[in-house]
Protein backbone atom coordinates (compact mmCIF):
# COMPACT_ATOMS: atom_id res chain seq x y z
CA UNK A 1 0.00 0.00 0.00
CA UNK A 2 1.25 3.91 -0.78
CA UNK A 3 0.71 5.80 2.02
CA UNK A 4 0.64 9.37 1.25
CA UNK A 5 0.73 11.65 5.48
CA UNK A 6 0.03 15.10 5.21
CA UNK A 7 2.87 16.30 2.43
CA UNK A 8 3.14 19.45 1.45
CA UNK A 9 5.37 21.80 -0.82
CA UNK A 10 6.09 25.46 -0.28
CA UNK A 11 8.16 27.17 -2.77
CA UNK A 12 7.75 30.62 -0.94
CA UNK A 13 5.51 33.39 -2.62
CA UNK A 14 2.39 31.53 -1.58
CA UNK A 15 3.09 28.69 -4.54
CA UNK A 16 2.90 25.23 -3.44
CA UNK A 17 0.69 22.24 -2.21
CA UNK A 18 -0.86 22.62 1.06
CA UNK A 19 -0.93 19.03 3.44
CA UNK A 20 -2.14 16.24 1.23
CA UNK A 21 -3.26 12.52 2.46
CA UNK A 22 -4.27 9.80 0.93
CA UNK A 23 -3.79 5.85 0.59
CA UNK A 24 -3.60 3.65 -2.81
CA UNK A 25 -4.04 -0.12 -3.00
CA UNK A 26 -1.98 -2.04 -5.52
CA UNK A 27 -4.36 -2.54 -8.27
CA UNK A 28 -5.90 0.72 -7.83
CA UNK A 29 -5.76 3.41 -10.25
CA UNK A 30 -6.06 6.79 -9.37
CA UNK A 31 -6.31 9.90 -11.43
CA UNK A 32 -5.12 13.34 -10.37
CA UNK A 33 -6.86 16.55 -11.62
CA UNK A 34 -6.88 20.30 -11.63
CA UNK A 35 -6.30 23.45 -13.31
CA UNK A 36 -2.95 24.42 -14.79
CA UNK A 37 -0.83 25.10 -11.82
CA UNK A 38 -2.45 23.30 -9.88
CA UNK A 39 0.59 21.37 -8.28
CA UNK A 40 -0.62 18.18 -9.96
CA UNK A 41 3.10 18.11 -11.06
CA UNK A 42 4.31 19.05 -7.50
CA UNK A 43 2.62 16.56 -5.98
CA UNK A 44 3.87 13.80 -8.07
CA UNK A 45 7.34 14.79 -7.54
CA UNK A 46 6.87 15.84 -3.99
CA UNK A 47 6.00 11.89 -3.39
CA UNK A 48 9.22 10.77 -5.05
CA UNK A 49 11.22 13.56 -3.40
CA UNK A 50 12.24 15.45 -6.41
CA UNK A 51 11.30 18.73 -4.64
CA UNK A 52 12.01 19.72 -1.23
CA UNK A 53 8.77 18.87 0.75
CA UNK A 54 8.25 21.14 3.88
CA UNK A 55 6.48 18.42 5.46
CA UNK A 56 5.06 15.20 5.68
CA UNK A 57 5.94 11.57 4.52
CA UNK A 58 5.35 8.90 1.71
CA UNK A 59 5.59 5.26 2.51
CA UNK A 60 5.37 2.19 0.28
CA UNK A 61 4.93 -1.24 2.33
CA UNK A 62 5.65 0.47 5.79
CA UNK A 63 9.11 2.10 4.50
CA UNK A 64 10.07 5.42 2.87
CA UNK A 65 9.32 5.51 -0.63
CA UNK A 66 12.45 7.30 -1.62
CA UNK A 67 14.63 4.35 -0.08
CA UNK A 68 12.76 2.47 -2.72
CA UNK A 69 13.01 3.82 -5.86
CA UNK A 70 13.71 1.06 -8.12
CA UNK A 71 9.80 -0.02 -7.76
CA UNK A 72 8.82 2.99 -8.98
CA UNK A 73 8.13 4.65 -12.77
CA UNK A 74 8.15 8.03 -13.26
CA UNK A 75 6.65 9.25 -16.63
CA UNK A 76 7.64 12.76 -16.82
CA UNK A 77 5.62 15.70 -18.80
CA UNK A 78 6.76 15.81 -22.33
CA UNK A 79 7.47 19.38 -22.55
CA UNK A 80 10.27 18.89 -19.53
CA UNK A 81 12.35 16.67 -22.11
CA UNK A 82 14.45 18.46 -24.95
CA UNK A 83 13.40 15.74 -28.18
CA UNK A 84 16.50 17.34 -30.11
CA UNK A 85 18.75 15.02 -27.98
CA UNK A 86 20.89 12.50 -29.96
CA UNK A 87 19.11 9.66 -29.21
CA UNK A 88 16.84 6.71 -31.47
CA UNK A 89 13.90 5.04 -29.78
CA UNK A 90 15.48 1.92 -28.32
CA UNK A 91 18.07 4.15 -26.59
CA UNK A 92 15.60 6.17 -24.57
CA UNK A 93 13.98 3.25 -23.61
CA UNK A 94 16.79 1.22 -22.72
CA UNK A 95 17.33 3.79 -20.36
CA UNK A 96 14.76 1.59 -18.18
CA UNK A 97 17.39 -0.52 -16.54
CA UNK A 98 20.17 1.48 -15.60
CA UNK A 99 19.31 1.15 -12.57
CA UNK A 100 18.15 -2.49 -12.75
CA UNK A 101 22.16 -3.57 -14.50
CA UNK A 102 23.80 -1.02 -11.69
CA UNK A 103 26.95 0.78 -12.70
CA UNK A 104 29.74 -0.25 -15.12
CA UNK A 105 27.79 -3.14 -17.18
CA UNK A 106 25.68 -2.40 -20.27
CA UNK A 107 23.50 -4.67 -20.41
CA UNK A 108 22.03 -8.47 -20.53
CA UNK A 109 19.66 -11.31 -22.37
CA UNK A 110 17.32 -10.27 -19.63
CA UNK A 111 16.96 -6.50 -19.93
CA UNK A 112 17.04 -6.41 -24.02
CA UNK A 113 14.04 -9.21 -23.83
CA UNK A 114 12.54 -6.68 -21.56
CA UNK A 115 13.24 -3.85 -23.59
CA UNK A 116 11.74 -5.12 -26.86
CA UNK A 117 8.68 -6.52 -25.44
CA UNK A 118 7.83 -3.16 -23.53
CA UNK A 119 8.29 -1.74 -27.37
CA UNK A 120 6.07 -4.42 -29.05
CA UNK A 121 3.65 -3.35 -26.28
CA UNK A 122 2.85 0.07 -27.13
CA UNK A 123 3.73 -0.73 -31.42
CA UNK A 124 6.84 1.31 -31.38
CA UNK A 125 9.04 -1.47 -31.97
CA UNK A 126 9.21 -0.94 -35.99
CA UNK A 127 10.33 3.10 -35.08
CA UNK A 128 12.84 1.54 -32.53
CA UNK A 129 16.13 2.82 -34.76
CA UNK A 130 14.12 6.20 -35.51
CA UNK A 131 15.68 9.75 -33.73
CA UNK A 132 13.41 10.47 -31.27
CA UNK A 133 13.12 14.10 -32.41
CA UNK A 134 11.47 12.79 -35.45
CA UNK A 135 8.59 11.36 -33.53
CA UNK A 136 5.23 12.74 -33.01
CA UNK A 137 4.24 13.84 -29.87
CA UNK A 138 1.75 10.41 -29.21
CA UNK A 139 4.93 8.36 -30.59
CA UNK A 140 7.04 10.34 -28.03
CA UNK A 141 4.82 9.65 -24.83
CA UNK A 142 4.81 5.50 -26.09
CA UNK A 143 8.22 5.68 -25.58
CA UNK A 144 7.80 7.05 -22.55
CA UNK A 145 5.51 4.56 -21.59
CA UNK A 146 7.48 1.61 -22.85
CA UNK A 147 10.32 3.05 -20.84
CA UNK A 148 7.96 2.77 -17.75
CA UNK A 149 6.97 -0.77 -18.69
CA UNK A 150 10.51 -2.00 -19.20
CA UNK A 151 11.53 -0.60 -15.39
CA UNK A 152 8.88 -3.40 -14.00
CA UNK A 153 7.73 -1.14 -11.71
CA UNK A 154 5.23 -1.84 -8.77
CA UNK A 155 4.39 1.93 -9.04
CA UNK A 156 3.80 3.95 -12.03
CA UNK A 157 3.19 7.95 -11.93
CA UNK A 158 2.55 9.54 -14.99
CA UNK A 159 2.20 13.27 -15.76
CA UNK A 160 0.02 14.68 -18.03
CA UNK A 161 0.23 11.54 -20.56
CA UNK A 162 -2.26 12.59 -22.57
CA UNK A 163 -1.24 16.49 -23.51
CA UNK A 164 -0.89 16.29 -27.15
CA UNK A 165 -1.33 12.80 -28.31
CA UNK A 166 -3.63 11.46 -30.63
CA UNK A 167 -6.30 9.15 -30.81
CA UNK A 168 -4.33 5.89 -31.55
CA UNK A 169 -1.99 6.47 -28.35
CA UNK A 170 -4.69 7.15 -26.19
CA UNK A 171 -6.35 4.33 -26.99
CA UNK A 172 -2.85 2.33 -26.02
CA UNK A 173 -2.20 4.26 -23.04
CA UNK A 174 -5.96 3.41 -21.89
CA UNK A 175 -5.55 -0.14 -22.72
CA UNK A 176 -1.83 -0.74 -20.68
CA UNK A 177 -3.07 1.27 -17.54
CA UNK A 178 -5.84 -1.34 -17.58
CA UNK A 179 -3.76 -4.23 -18.13
CA UNK A 180 -1.48 -2.81 -15.61
CA UNK A 181 -3.85 -2.64 -13.15
CA UNK A 182 -4.83 -6.06 -13.54
CA UNK A 183 -1.38 -7.25 -12.79
CA UNK A 184 -1.97 -5.31 -9.41
CA UNK A 185 0.56 -2.15 -10.19
CA UNK A 186 -0.27 1.30 -8.31
CA UNK A 187 -1.16 3.56 -11.36
CA UNK A 188 -1.28 7.58 -10.74
CA UNK A 189 -2.06 9.46 -13.32
CA UNK A 190 -2.24 13.40 -13.80
CA UNK A 191 -4.03 15.41 -16.16
CA UNK A 192 -5.53 19.03 -16.42
CA UNK A 193 -8.44 17.78 -18.74
CA UNK A 194 -10.54 14.29 -18.12
CA UNK A 195 -12.37 15.87 -21.04
CA UNK A 196 -15.23 14.37 -22.76
CA UNK A 197 -12.77 12.26 -24.67
CA UNK A 198 -11.31 10.91 -21.98
CA UNK A 199 -14.41 10.42 -19.96
CA UNK A 200 -14.08 6.26 -20.67
CA UNK A 201 -10.87 6.76 -18.91
CA UNK A 202 -12.20 9.11 -16.33
CA UNK A 203 -15.02 6.04 -15.27
CA UNK A 204 -12.51 3.49 -15.59
CA UNK A 205 -10.65 5.16 -13.13
CA UNK A 206 -10.81 3.30 -9.07
CA UNK A 207 -10.05 6.93 -7.54
CA UNK A 208 -10.10 10.92 -8.74
CA UNK A 209 -8.09 13.30 -6.79
CA UNK A 210 -9.52 16.74 -7.71
CA UNK A 211 -6.11 19.39 -6.65
CA UNK A 212 -5.81 23.38 -6.50
CA UNK A 213 -2.87 23.94 -4.20
CA UNK A 214 -5.04 21.92 -2.14
CA UNK A 215 -6.48 18.50 -1.91
CA UNK A 216 -10.26 19.85 -3.03
CA UNK A 217 -11.75 16.30 -3.13
CA UNK A 218 -10.87 12.38 -3.03
CA UNK A 219 -13.09 9.58 -3.99
CA UNK A 220 -14.93 7.84 -6.91
CA UNK A 221 -14.97 9.95 -9.84
CA UNK A 222 -18.69 10.08 -9.08
CA UNK A 223 -18.37 11.48 -5.80
CA UNK A 224 -15.89 14.03 -7.09
CA UNK A 225 -16.97 15.21 -9.68
CA UNK A 226 -19.59 17.18 -8.40
CA UNK A 227 -20.41 20.95 -9.61
CA UNK A 228 -19.39 22.12 -5.52
CA UNK A 229 -16.17 20.69 -6.10
CA UNK A 230 -15.65 21.68 -9.90
CA UNK A 231 -16.42 25.16 -8.61
CA UNK A 232 -13.74 24.97 -5.93
CA UNK A 233 -11.27 23.43 -7.99
CA UNK A 234 -11.75 25.49 -11.31
CA UNK A 235 -13.33 28.56 -10.19
CA UNK A 236 -16.14 29.31 -11.94
CA UNK A 237 -19.77 27.28 -12.65
CA UNK A 238 -19.15 23.80 -14.42
CA UNK A 239 -22.56 22.85 -16.11
CA UNK A 240 -21.31 19.30 -16.80
CA UNK A 241 -20.60 17.48 -14.13
CA UNK A 242 -22.31 14.16 -12.45
CA UNK A 243 -24.97 15.03 -10.98
CA UNK A 244 -25.85 11.89 -8.36
CA UNK A 245 -28.41 11.10 -10.75
CA UNK A 246 -27.35 7.98 -11.98
CA UNK A 247 -27.11 9.69 -15.49
CA UNK A 248 -23.49 10.33 -17.03
CA UNK A 249 -23.10 14.29 -18.61
CA UNK A 250 -20.46 15.31 -20.36
CA UNK A 251 -17.63 14.79 -18.30
CA UNK A 252 -15.08 17.47 -19.84
CA UNK A 253 -12.67 19.90 -17.32
CA UNK B 1 52.35 14.25 -56.60
CA UNK B 2 51.54 11.74 -54.09
CA UNK B 3 55.37 11.79 -53.05
CA UNK B 4 55.55 15.88 -52.63
CA UNK B 5 52.31 15.48 -50.92
CA UNK B 6 53.50 12.96 -48.53
CA UNK B 7 56.71 15.02 -48.10
CA UNK B 8 55.13 17.64 -47.67
CA UNK B 9 53.28 16.24 -44.42
CA UNK B 10 56.61 14.33 -43.06
CA UNK B 11 58.60 17.73 -43.55
CA UNK B 12 57.51 19.35 -40.19
CA UNK B 13 57.56 15.95 -37.54
CA UNK B 14 61.29 16.87 -38.03
CA UNK B 15 61.31 18.57 -35.72
CA UNK B 16 60.75 17.87 -32.08
CA UNK B 17 58.22 20.79 -31.33
CA UNK B 18 55.87 19.96 -34.08
CA UNK B 19 56.11 16.29 -33.24
CA UNK B 20 54.83 17.46 -29.67
CA UNK B 21 52.01 19.51 -31.12
CA UNK B 22 50.95 17.05 -32.95
CA UNK B 23 50.68 14.65 -30.23
CA UNK B 24 48.76 16.82 -27.60
CA UNK B 25 46.59 18.13 -30.75
CA UNK B 26 45.17 14.45 -31.37
CA UNK B 27 44.49 14.08 -27.74
CA UNK B 28 43.11 17.45 -27.36
CA UNK B 29 40.91 16.59 -30.90
CA UNK B 30 39.21 13.46 -29.17
CA UNK B 31 38.98 14.45 -25.60
CA UNK B 32 36.90 18.20 -26.73
CA UNK B 33 34.59 16.66 -28.71
CA UNK B 34 33.66 13.88 -26.21
CA UNK B 35 33.14 16.16 -23.22
CA UNK B 36 32.28 18.84 -25.58
CA UNK B 37 29.04 16.50 -26.67
CA UNK B 38 27.57 16.95 -22.91
CA UNK B 39 27.99 20.73 -23.11
CA UNK B 40 26.13 20.46 -26.09
CA UNK B 41 23.33 18.77 -25.61
CA UNK B 42 22.77 20.10 -21.85
CA UNK B 43 22.44 23.40 -23.79
CA UNK B 44 25.67 24.95 -21.43
CA UNK B 45 27.44 25.67 -24.43
CA UNK B 46 28.44 28.78 -23.18
CA UNK B 47 28.83 27.89 -19.39
CA UNK B 48 32.25 26.17 -21.28
CA UNK B 49 33.12 29.59 -22.25
CA UNK B 50 32.60 30.80 -18.68
CA UNK B 51 34.54 28.25 -17.13
CA UNK B 52 37.51 28.78 -19.30
CA UNK B 53 37.80 32.06 -18.15
CA UNK B 54 37.13 31.64 -14.79
CA UNK B 55 40.57 29.47 -14.29
CA UNK B 56 42.51 32.86 -14.26
CA UNK B 57 42.03 34.39 -10.72
CA UNK B 58 43.32 30.15 -9.92
CA UNK B 59 46.42 30.50 -12.24
CA UNK B 60 47.39 33.94 -10.31
CA UNK B 61 47.17 32.65 -6.86
CA UNK B 62 49.02 29.02 -7.95
CA UNK B 63 51.79 31.02 -9.24
CA UNK B 64 52.15 33.13 -6.61
CA UNK B 65 52.72 30.45 -3.98
CA UNK B 66 54.55 28.22 -6.51
CA UNK B 67 51.66 25.13 -6.39
CA UNK B 68 50.80 23.90 -9.84
CA UNK B 69 49.23 26.11 -12.00
CA UNK B 70 46.87 23.54 -13.12
CA UNK B 71 45.28 22.74 -9.47
CA UNK B 72 44.54 26.17 -8.92
CA UNK B 73 42.60 26.77 -12.22
CA UNK B 74 41.13 23.31 -11.57
CA UNK B 75 39.95 24.76 -8.38
CA UNK B 76 39.02 28.51 -9.71
CA UNK B 77 37.09 27.73 -12.51
CA UNK B 78 34.71 24.42 -10.21
CA UNK B 79 34.36 27.71 -7.98
CA UNK B 80 33.38 29.90 -11.04
CA UNK B 81 30.43 27.19 -11.71
CA UNK B 82 28.95 27.06 -8.61
CA UNK B 83 28.93 30.57 -8.15
CA UNK B 84 26.64 30.26 -11.33
CA UNK B 85 24.67 27.29 -9.90
CA UNK B 86 24.49 29.25 -6.76
CA UNK B 87 23.44 32.80 -8.05
CA UNK B 88 20.73 31.02 -10.16
CA UNK B 89 19.19 28.89 -7.57
CA UNK B 90 18.86 31.45 -4.80
CA UNK B 91 17.62 34.19 -6.80
CA UNK B 92 15.34 35.00 -10.10
CA UNK B 93 18.39 35.97 -11.53
CA UNK B 94 18.43 33.99 -14.90
CA UNK B 95 21.72 31.76 -16.33
CA UNK B 96 22.48 33.57 -19.06
CA UNK B 97 23.21 37.09 -16.62
CA UNK B 98 24.48 34.76 -13.77
CA UNK B 99 26.86 33.72 -16.33
CA UNK B 100 27.85 36.93 -17.96
CA UNK B 101 28.64 38.15 -14.48
CA UNK B 102 30.52 35.17 -13.09
CA UNK B 103 32.81 35.26 -16.40
CA UNK B 104 33.57 39.00 -16.25
CA UNK B 105 34.23 39.28 -12.80
CA UNK B 106 36.71 35.89 -12.41
CA UNK B 107 38.12 37.50 -15.93
CA UNK B 108 38.56 41.23 -13.74
CA UNK B 109 39.93 39.48 -10.43
CA UNK B 110 42.17 37.40 -12.84
CA UNK B 111 43.75 40.37 -14.65
CA UNK B 112 43.88 42.68 -11.24
CA UNK B 113 45.50 39.95 -9.30
CA UNK B 114 48.26 39.32 -11.77
CA UNK B 115 48.98 42.69 -11.70
CA UNK B 116 48.95 43.00 -7.95
CA UNK B 117 50.78 39.71 -7.30
CA UNK B 118 53.30 40.82 -9.96
CA UNK B 119 53.25 37.05 -11.31
CA UNK B 120 55.34 36.34 -14.34
CA UNK B 121 52.18 34.91 -16.18
CA UNK B 122 52.09 35.35 -20.21
CA UNK B 123 48.49 36.80 -20.69
CA UNK B 124 49.44 36.08 -24.54
CA UNK B 125 50.04 32.73 -24.04
CA UNK B 126 46.99 32.52 -21.44
CA UNK B 127 44.78 34.07 -23.93
CA UNK B 128 45.62 32.76 -27.28
CA UNK B 129 47.68 29.67 -26.57
CA UNK B 130 50.70 28.70 -28.05
CA UNK B 131 50.81 24.96 -29.02
CA UNK B 132 54.22 25.35 -30.09
CA UNK B 133 55.50 25.58 -26.53
CA UNK B 134 54.41 21.64 -25.65
CA UNK B 135 56.81 19.60 -23.56
CA UNK B 136 57.20 16.23 -23.20
CA UNK B 137 55.44 16.59 -20.22
CA UNK B 138 52.78 18.71 -21.52
CA UNK B 139 51.90 15.37 -23.83
CA UNK B 140 52.09 12.74 -20.55
CA UNK B 141 49.83 15.06 -18.34
CA UNK B 142 47.64 15.48 -21.45
CA UNK B 143 47.56 11.80 -22.30
CA UNK B 144 46.99 10.66 -18.14
CA UNK B 145 44.09 13.52 -18.42
CA UNK B 146 42.43 12.20 -21.39
CA UNK B 147 42.42 8.67 -20.16
CA UNK B 148 40.97 9.13 -17.26
CA UNK B 149 37.87 11.56 -18.78
CA UNK B 150 37.50 9.14 -21.73
CA UNK B 151 37.64 5.86 -19.13
CA UNK B 152 34.97 7.94 -16.82
CA UNK B 153 32.76 8.47 -19.95
CA UNK B 154 32.79 5.36 -21.24
CA UNK B 155 32.32 3.32 -17.51
CA UNK B 156 29.55 5.75 -16.49
CA UNK B 157 28.18 6.55 -20.27
CA UNK B 158 24.24 5.03 -19.52
CA UNK B 159 24.44 7.33 -15.81
CA UNK B 160 25.28 10.32 -17.84
CA UNK B 161 23.17 9.30 -20.91
CA UNK B 162 20.21 9.17 -18.32
CA UNK B 163 21.11 12.33 -16.07
CA UNK B 164 21.99 14.65 -20.13
CA UNK B 165 18.35 13.41 -20.99
CA UNK B 166 15.98 13.40 -18.62
CA UNK B 167 18.08 14.81 -15.23
CA UNK B 168 14.17 14.44 -13.41
CA UNK B 169 13.82 10.67 -14.24
CA UNK B 170 17.10 9.79 -13.27
CA UNK B 171 16.78 11.11 -10.49
CA UNK B 172 13.50 9.49 -9.72
CA UNK B 173 14.95 6.07 -10.52
CA UNK B 174 17.53 7.07 -7.64
CA UNK B 175 20.40 7.80 -9.65
CA UNK B 176 22.85 10.52 -7.98
CA UNK B 177 22.48 13.33 -10.28
CA UNK B 178 24.13 16.01 -8.26
CA UNK B 179 27.58 13.35 -8.34
CA UNK B 180 27.01 13.25 -12.32
CA UNK B 181 26.91 16.77 -12.31
CA UNK B 182 29.75 17.25 -10.12
CA UNK B 183 31.37 15.06 -12.14
CA UNK B 184 30.98 16.29 -15.28
CA UNK B 185 31.73 19.76 -14.39
CA UNK B 186 35.10 18.37 -13.27
CA UNK B 187 35.66 16.60 -16.30
CA UNK B 188 34.75 19.99 -18.11
CA UNK B 189 37.36 21.66 -16.47
CA UNK B 190 39.75 19.62 -16.98
CA UNK B 191 39.97 19.52 -20.22
CA UNK B 192 39.38 23.02 -20.60
CA UNK B 193 42.75 23.18 -18.50
CA UNK B 194 44.46 20.71 -20.36
CA UNK B 195 43.50 22.74 -24.11
CA UNK B 196 44.02 25.60 -22.95
CA UNK B 197 47.91 25.71 -23.84
CA UNK B 198 46.66 24.20 -27.38
CA UNK B 199 44.40 27.05 -28.45
CA UNK B 200 43.96 29.63 -24.95
CA UNK B 201 41.11 30.13 -22.83
CA UNK B 202 39.42 32.70 -25.63
CA UNK B 203 39.03 29.68 -28.18
CA UNK B 204 38.98 26.55 -26.06
CA UNK B 205 35.38 26.90 -26.76
CA UNK B 206 35.26 26.23 -30.21
CA UNK B 207 37.61 22.99 -29.82
CA UNK B 208 35.00 21.95 -27.47
CA UNK B 209 31.93 22.67 -29.62
CA UNK B 210 32.82 22.87 -33.19
CA UNK B 211 33.57 19.22 -33.82
CA UNK B 212 30.83 18.15 -31.89
CA UNK B 213 28.68 20.34 -33.18
CA UNK B 214 29.59 19.56 -36.77
CA UNK B 215 29.09 15.81 -35.76
CA UNK B 216 25.52 16.72 -34.07
CA UNK B 217 24.35 17.93 -37.43
CA UNK B 218 24.28 14.25 -38.66
CA UNK B 219 24.34 11.75 -35.95
CA UNK B 220 21.29 9.86 -34.40
CA UNK B 221 22.85 8.57 -31.33
CA UNK B 222 24.78 10.32 -28.50
CA UNK B 223 27.88 7.98 -28.94
CA UNK B 224 28.00 8.22 -32.71
CA UNK B 225 28.29 12.42 -32.21
CA UNK B 226 31.51 11.75 -29.62
CA UNK B 227 32.71 9.35 -32.64
CA UNK B 228 32.21 11.40 -35.50
CA UNK B 229 33.24 14.17 -33.22
CA UNK B 230 36.55 13.32 -32.64
CA UNK B 231 37.44 12.13 -35.57
CA UNK B 232 36.66 15.81 -36.71
CA UNK B 233 38.14 17.14 -33.99
CA UNK B 234 41.65 15.40 -34.74
CA UNK B 235 41.53 16.31 -38.68
CA UNK B 236 40.91 19.88 -37.50
CA UNK B 237 43.86 20.02 -35.00
CA UNK B 238 45.78 17.97 -37.69
CA UNK B 239 45.34 20.61 -40.40
CA UNK B 240 45.18 23.50 -38.26
CA UNK B 241 48.96 22.84 -37.29
CA UNK B 242 49.86 22.25 -40.70
CA UNK B 243 48.36 25.46 -42.33
CA UNK B 244 49.93 27.23 -39.34
CA UNK B 245 53.36 25.79 -40.66
CA UNK B 246 53.14 26.24 -44.27
CA UNK B 247 51.48 29.55 -43.88
CA UNK B 248 53.14 30.95 -40.40
CA UNK B 249 49.92 31.73 -38.84
CA UNK B 250 48.93 31.56 -35.23
CA UNK B 251 48.33 27.64 -34.60
CA UNK B 252 44.85 28.05 -32.04
CA UNK B 253 43.29 30.38 -34.55
CA UNK B 254 44.25 27.71 -37.48
CA UNK B 255 43.30 24.57 -35.94
CA UNK B 256 39.52 26.94 -34.57
CA UNK B 257 38.74 27.91 -37.87
CA UNK B 258 39.46 25.05 -40.03
CA UNK B 259 36.87 23.38 -37.60
CA UNK B 260 34.52 26.14 -37.85
CA UNK B 261 34.48 25.61 -41.54
CA UNK B 262 33.64 21.69 -41.44
CA UNK B 263 30.75 23.14 -39.63
CA UNK B 264 30.13 25.41 -42.23
CA UNK B 265 29.98 23.08 -44.98
CA UNK B 266 28.44 20.88 -43.38
CA UNK B 267 25.77 22.83 -42.14
CA UNK B 268 25.27 23.87 -45.48
CA UNK B 269 24.91 20.36 -47.23
CA UNK B 270 22.57 19.72 -44.54
CA UNK B 271 20.52 21.91 -44.85
CA UNK B 272 20.77 22.06 -48.38
CA UNK B 273 19.41 18.66 -48.96
CA UNK B 274 16.44 18.96 -46.39
CA UNK B 275 15.56 22.31 -49.16
CA UNK B 276 15.99 19.83 -51.67
CA UNK B 277 13.91 17.00 -49.52
CA UNK B 278 11.18 19.82 -49.30
CA UNK B 279 11.19 21.07 -52.68
CA UNK B 280 10.20 17.73 -54.07
CA UNK B 281 7.78 16.48 -51.11
CA UNK B 282 6.13 19.74 -52.74
CA UNK B 283 5.59 18.89 -55.89
Known sequence: MLEVQEVSVNYGSGQGLDPVSFKIFPGEMVGVMG??????????????GLVPVSGGQVRYCTCPLHQQLEKVAYVPQRSQIDWDYPATVQTVVSLAVTRQLGWFR??????????????????????????????????????????????DAEILLFDEPFTGVDATTEDILFRVFAELRNEGKILII????????????LTSLDRLLLLNRELIASGTPREVMTRENLQ???????THAFHGDGKDDDLFC | MWLAFISMLIEPLQSEFIRNAIGVSIMIGVLCPVVGTYLIVQRMALMGDVMAHCVLPG?????????DRSIGAFVSSMFGSFFVTWVRSQSRVKVDSAMA???????????????????KLDLDRFLFGDILTVTLNDIYATAAIAIVILGAVYLFYKELLYYTFDATGAEAVGLPIKWLHLG????????????????????????????????????QELHHMMFLGSGIGIVSSLMGIYLSYYLNLPSGPAIVLVSSSLFMLTFLFTTRSTFFKGTKHSH
Open chain 1, 106 to 151: RSSVATNTAIQRAMKRVNIWDLRDRRIGNLSGGQQQRVFLARALAQ
Open chain 2, 184 to 219: LMAGITLTIITSMQVVGVLLVIALLIGPALTAYLVT
Open chain 1, 232 to 238: LAYGRVW
Open chain 1, 190 to 201: SSHEWGSHLAEG
Open chain 1, 35 to 48: PNGAGKSTMIKALL
Open chain 2, 101 to 119: LTFSTFFAIGVTLITLLKN
Open chain 2, 59 to 67: LSIAAFFGV
